[in-house]
Nanobody
């Protein structure tokens, strides 16, 4: 059974950092293309970043240079390092594989 469990969200001031984690079970984290998506209040899902099974990463223009996606095969975990956070980064963040995503973790950027 595939399970994705996100953690690491919280309240942070503008300019701050957070690292999100996505614990994966049911497959190994480097098997499939995996991604982070987010949903802000009243807005649809937005793709944030992805990593292919071969390790090629990609980012939305809105987060490029600030966010870094990575994975740890030994821990079977996907990460999203978020630096220089902005108010507009406030959203629920989900890790996803195929059409499945976890329960999400709330990130709130506020002064």
């Amino acid at each position: 059974e595939v399970q994705l469990v996100e953690s690491g969200g919280g309240l942070v001031q503008p300019g701050g950092s957070l690292r999100l984690s996505c614990a994966v079970s049911g497959f190994t984290v480097d098997t499939y293309y995996m991604k982070w998506v987010r949903q802000a209040p009243g807005v649809g899902l937005e793709w944030v970043s992805g990593i292919t099974n071969s390790g090629i990463t990609s980012y939305a223009d809105s987060v490029k240079g600030r966010f870094t996606i990575s994975r740890d095969n030994a821990k079977n975990t996907l990460y999203l390092q978020m630096n220089s956070l902005k108010l507009e980064d406030t959203a629920v963040y989900y890790c996803a594989v195929g059409g499945q995503r976890g329960q999400g973790t709330q990130v709130t950027v506020s002064s």
